[in-house]
Structures are given as structure tokens and as C-alpha cells.
């Protein structure tokens, strides 16, 4: 099994900068591709921003220029830089990553998400 543990959220004003981590733990060999999602309320769930192991990055139009995703690999963490935060920022964000465990088996695991609120 995957656990992701995210950390980070909180409430900020418009403009304001927020960092999130994920770190990963458990029966892992590799962690392939990580992303962040969101969901705000009344919505679904929408694509952040993913990062591959090999380094390419896939942002969401609405995040571009803000946002940046970044890994460390040792840690077996991500993190999710947010600049420039706006009220249609505010939701739960999620991290998700695609995993090969030890046993060799694919595992996608997701975390329980991190509260996100940008008001004044």
C-alpha cells in the first residue's frame, strides 16, 4: 500500500502565496508521474498540474505563470508552489501519484486533501 499525506493548506488573501507538500510512504519502488488536483465546491474534481519522472509538466491554463509543481525524489515528496492566489483558487486540493510498489504492481494512490481558502 501507498499512503499520501498532504500538508500546507490554509486560508490567505488574494495575492497571497501558499506551498502544499505530499509526501509519500509505504511499499514503494517508484514513484512515476505525481499531480495535484482540486475541487471546489459544487464542482468536480479538475487537473492542477502534473509532473512526470522524466521532468515534463502538464499545468492547467487557469494556473499557468502562478503555479509550479516541483519533486524530490529522495523524499519521496511533491510540492505545489502557489503564487498570486485568487478567490477561484479556493477548493481541496489533492495529490495523487502513480506508483510502482515493491512488489512490482502499479498502485495510484490519492491524499485525503488540503483545505484552500483565498479571501479577504
Known amino acids: 500500500q501507498v499512503q499520501l499525506e498532504e500538508s500546507g493548506g490554509g486560508l490567505v488573501q488574494p495575492g497571497g502565496s501558499l506551498r502544499l507538500s505530499c509526501a509519500a510512504s509505504?511499499?514503494?519502488?517508484?514513484?512515476?508521474?505525481w499531480g495535484w488536483y482540486r475541487q471546489a465546491p459544487g464542482q468536480e474534481r479538475k487537473l492542477v498540474v502534473t509532473?512526470?519522472?522524466?521532468?515534463?509538466?502538464d499545468l492547467a491554463d487557469s494556473v499557468k505563470g502562478r503555479f509550479t509543481i516541483s519533486r524530490d525524489d529522495a523524499k519521496n515528496t511533491v510540492y505545489l508552489q502557489m503564487n498570486s492566489l485568487e478567490p477561484e483558487d479556493t477548493a481541496v486540493y489533492y495529490c495523487?501519484?502513480?506508483?510502482?510498489?515493491?512488489?512490482?504492481?502499479?498502485?495510484?494512490?490519492w491524499g485525503q486533501g488540503t483545505q484552500v481558502t483565498v479571501s479577504s
Open positions: 495523487n501519484a502513480d506508483t510502482i510498489g515493491i512488489s512490482g504492481r502499479r498502485i495510484i494512490a
Open positions: 509532473t512526470t519522472r522524466g521532468g515534463s509538466t
Open positions: 509505504g511499499s514503494i519502488f517508484r514513484i512515476n508521474d
